[in-house]
């Protein structure tokens, strides 16, 4: 075989095997990308090996292409790129940045009655993902005719939905097999779980979802915002839908703002239709505002984590410890605004057990607010809750911060061995001796904010959380959730709607419309609660 032959060859077969590599590990050509310098490193490799084994094929000896100019030149250039790489990941690192790492995130000081609404019951997120998926497993085992094509993927992304909490998450094909025979039409619905009712919808589309993680080839959607966008790094992606139920792909993609790898935070938003892939790219100050999910929550922790131990320098968050303080071990999500944000409570670098306050951190803006309000840690609500029920043994879910009565309180969901939600509970968090437990979050309330009166805490307490309205029924319906009767009703001149469980309230099977009555109530955004109804 001729030479030049050879050489076209030899780059032919260099070319695929670039080809083949970049198509698989999908690297973003960008000095900021770990994976660039990998790949560049592989490609010289490859070089070197196919410059070693031309060299043996002539019949050389080893030792004499280790001391040619080209293999030493070929070594050289891979040590280049290495050191290159680790010295630019040093200068990169916290240790010689703590103070650029910790201006990263702009924390400001927020009014806890002020900033967090008292939510109404029918909005508070009831379940946590582990729930949520059970939920959603439980609904796909029951649509004969997609189980043994799909399953449900486990992203279940938590979102804002025409006002509601939700979580969703797109089907995905349930093997090769069965993409390979369903992949024309695409995947044909997304799992949509209400975490405050814990109603759950498998939606169907009109038109399949064809771009998604359980695809194949260039329908993968990291193999199509690859090609699109060459190099951009991503982030997580997360499955949201817009206002009209469309299913979308927000892909955050990163930004390095300290040396070649150090202080990412979100520079860009592309958005990509799960059912076209159309693409959309949008500063990150200019997302729309339907988006809920542009930071993950766990660069929001980190970053906070840099805020609070590098105040004093690096080697001070490692030795002195000095006015650190931290993250503690978990997080949950709070609806707000249209919003979602990232709740956690913040302690001191010795672990102890006790909070000095929470901080909440917006997803879509990377907004951050800290509350000065010392209690327990969440751990410890936790095993307080879990000791109100121990002879149940039911198990406590990372608490959510609620405004209840004015008051911080942690508002834990407790689950049984099959995952199922059991009973609630309530702890203050500067109290967490302080925990009222009830069936419905109706019950709970209404027995903490009795503990709050009783102990002192908060006088006005009842006050501060419900309302009271006398009237004459109007209209009155009845109905079932989760297995429990409620009545609705209506006064006369009013178009409130009054919720009212048969549970609790069982004398109002005697109530009829004409009657006049009293109830005491919370406001809700579909439905007033009813904590308290007399007939006069």
Not at 247 to 258: A, E, F, H, L, T
Request: with cysteine.
């Amino acid at each position: 075989m001729k030479k030049p032959t050879k050489v076209i060859l030899a780059v032919l077969a260099l070319l695929i095997i670039g080809f083949i590599y970049y198509y698989v590990s999908l690297p973003a050509i960008n000095i900021h990308a770990g994976g660039f310098w990998t790949f560049l490193i592989v490609l010289l490799a490859v070089l070197v090996g196919f410059y070693i084994l031309s060299r043996l094929k002539k019949g050389e000896n080893i030792k004499d292409v280790k001391k040619s100019k080209i293999f030493k030149v070929g070594i050289g250039a891979i040590l280049l790129v290495v050191v290159v790489y680790l010295v630019g990941s040093l200068l990169s690192s916290p240790i010689v940045n703590a103070k650029k790492y910790q201006k990263l995130l702009t924390v400001k000081d927020g009014e806890f009655t002020e900033d967090i609404d008292q939510v109404s019951f029918d909005q508070i997120p009831l379940l946590d993902r582990d729930s949520a998926t059970l939920l959603g497993n439980r609904k796909m085992g029951s649509l004969v005719e997609m189980v043994s094509q799909f399953e449900v993927s486990p992203l279940y992304t938590q979102i804002n939905y025409k006002g509601r909490p939700v979580r969703v998450s797109p089907l995905q094909y349930a093997s090769p097999i069965k993409w390979l025979t369903n992949q024309k039409e695409g995947i044909p619905a997304y799992m949509m779980i209400d975490m405050a009712n814990q109603d759950t919808e498998c939606v169907k589309l009109k038109q399949g979802i064809k771009y998604s993680p359980s695809e194949y080839f260039n329908r993968n959607i990291y193999r199509h915002l690859r090609f699109n966008y060459p190099t951009y790094i991503f982030d997580e992606i997360s499955f949201e839908l817009d206002e009209e139920g469309t299913p979308y792909w927000v892909c955050p993609v990163k930004k390095y703002s300290i040396g070649l790898f150090g202080g990412q935070v979100i520079g860009r938003v592309v958005l990509c239709n799960a059912i076209t892939g159309e693409t959309m790219d949008y500063p990150i100050e200019d997302v729309p505002s339907w988006i809920d999910r542009a930071y993950s929550a766990d660069l929001l922790v980190q970053l906070f984590d840099y805020y609070g131990t590098l105040k004093h320098g690096y080697f001070n968050s490692i030795l002195g410890q000095k006015d650190c303080l931290q993250t503690t071990n978990g997080y949950n999500f709070i609806a707000q605004d249209d919003d979602v944000w990232v709740y956690t409570g913040v302690t001191s670098v010795t672990a102890d057990q006790s909070n000095v306050g929470f901080v909440l951190m917006n997803q879509r803006t990377m907004e951050t607010k800290f509350y000065k309000i010392e209690g327990a840690v969440e751990v410890s609500a936790m095993s307080s809750a879990e000791g109100q029920v121990q002879n149940l043994g039911y198990r406590a879910t990372f608490p959510l911060l609620l405004n209840i009565a004015n008051e911080p309180t942690y508002f834990i969901a407790l689950k049984d061995d099959a995952g199922l939600v059991k009973k609630y509970a309530m702890v203050n968090v500067q109290k967490y001796q302080l925990v009222a437990i009830g069936d419905t979050v109706q019950q709970c309330e209404k027995q903490y904010i009795a503990l709050l009166n009783t102990s002192g805490i908060s006088a006005d307490a009842t006050a501060a959380a419900t309302q009271s309205k006398t009237g004459v029924i109007a209209k009155i319906a009845q109905g079932v959730i989760e297995g429990n009767s409620h009545y609705y009703l209506m006064l006369e001149g009013s178009d409130e709607i009054f919720d009212i469980s048969v549970v609790e309230f069982l004398d109002i099977i005697r109530y009829n419309v004409g009657d006049r009555i009293t109830i005491e109530y919370t406001p809700g955004a579909s439905a007033n609660v009813v904590l308290g109804i007399s007939k006069e």
